[in-house]
Nanobody
Framework: QVHLVESGGGLVQAGDSLRLSCAAS????????MGWFRQAPGKEREFVAA????????FYANSVKGRFTISRDNAKNTVYLQMNSLKPEDTAVYYC????????????????????WGQGTQVTVSS
């Protein structure tokens, strides 16, 4: 079992930056790829970014590419999402998720390929 806790959300203005953190506990953190997803009101949850176990591979949704950066610190069991140039359309609840490695899954952009989820943190961007 992996327990994930997000933090760092808040209310900001368009153009501002925020850094989300997701602290993991319970199992060896480097055994998991990590992802960030978000869900805006009235919309389905969508992929934002993902990172491989070592941090050497990263993937982004087109909507955030060039503005958001995902990173991880395996010594601290934490994954981060640095969000720059925020837009009102980035307003959502942001969730981190962990995908168990080594069992044949190759995609990091599908929420049903993730095994553990945090409770989410709200990000609100005003115009």
């Amino acid at each position: 079992q992996v327990h994930l806790v997000e933090s760092g959300g808040g209310l900001v203005q368009a153009g501002d930056s925020l850094r989300l953190s997701c602290a993991a506990s319970g199992r060896t953190f480097s055994n998991y790829a990590m992802g960030w997803f978000r869900q805006a009101p009235g919309k389905e949850r969508e992929f934002v970014a993902a990172i491989g176990w070592s941090g050497g591979s990263t993937f982004y949704a087109n909507s955030v590419k060039g503005r958001f950066t995902i990173s991880r610190d395996n010594a601290k069991n934490t994954v981060y999402l640095q969000m720059n140039s925020l837009k009102p359309e980035d307003t959502a609840v942001y969730y981190c998720a962990a995908q168990t490695l080594g069992i044949g899954r190759t995609r990091l952009d599908r929420e049903y390929d993730y095994d553990y989820w945090g409770q989410g943190t709200q990000v609100t961007v005003s115009s």
